[in-house]
């Protein structure tokens, strides 16, 4: 069984904090994602990444980065976190191959005060 | 208007109910499709995968594509209080620049009540 990990499941951070969430697949996974997801709005992609050091806006990538040093590890960095940016966070992977379907984690929640 | 439609529900119904949860797209370069299911504070978790049109079945769970008519459904049959959750349609285009990504629906929040 593919494992997505997150390494919190709730965070709670003040305004204008640079917040770091963290994510490990344990499948050798070439593609990795970060999502949020919000009510109402559904998941919408913040980020991707196909390979090590490759990484790819999705549709809302503004006040984020990513980081993949690692081919198991996909990080989101937000640079000065907003109370808009208070959301759940999912990091999903797949392999290889355009219609390969994703495995997500648990997801971080986060709060920003 | 969004390239994937899913009806937000919520939907009720008894236990031992036939479920019929359904998405529309727009776009016909989606080629492969997904359910998902999310239950609360989890992740969403892959239920079903398809890329052709026709039924595909897995247990209680069936999944069914129309390109045609641009319609997806999943049908569950004897549903079980355990079912309750929020069911999320997923789907990928064969081409263009969006490789590897998933367009989903909005999801149908389930309850199945003993």
């Known amino acids: 069984d593919v494992k997505v990990t997150q390494s919190s499941r709730y965070l709670v951070k003040r305004t204008g904090e640079k917040v770091f969430l963290e994510c490990v697949q344990d499948?050798?996974?070439?593609?990795m994602f970060w999502y949020r997801q919000d009510p109402g709005l559904g998941l919408r992609l913040i980020y991707f990444?196909?390979?090590?050091?490759?990484?790819e806006k999705g549709d809302i990538p503004e006040g984020y980065s990513v980081s993949r040093e690692k081919k198991e590890r996909f990080s989101l960095i937000l640079e000065s976190a907003s109370t808009n940016q208070t959301s759940m966070y999912l990091c999903a992977s797949s392999s290889p191959g355009r219609g390969s379907p994703l495995h997500f984690g648990n997801g971080t929640r986060l709060t920003v005060t | 208007q969004k390239e994937v439609e899913q009806d937000p529900g919520p939907l009720s119904v008894p236990e031992g109910a036939i479920v019929s949860l359904n998405c529309t797209y727009s776009n016909s370069a989606f080629q492969y499709f997904m359910w998902y299911r999310q239950y609360s504070r989890k992740g969403p978790e892959l239920l079903m995968y398809?890329?052709?049109?026709g039924n595909k079945e897995d247990g209680r769970f069936t999944a069914q594509v129309d390109k045609s008519s641009k319609y997806i459904s999943l049908f569950i049959r004897d549903s079980q209080p355990s079912d309750s959750a929020t069911y999320l349609c997923?789907?990928?285009?064969?081409?263009?620049?969006?490789?590897?990504?998933?367009?989903f629906g909005q999801g149908t929040i389930l309850t199945v009540h003993p």
């Open positions: 499948m050798d996974h070439e593609n």
């Open positions: 398809t890329y052709s049109s």
């Open positions: 997923a789907m990928i285009k064969a081409g263009g620049t969006s490789y590897g990504k998933l367009t």
């Open positions: 990444s196909y390979d090590v050091k490759m990484k």
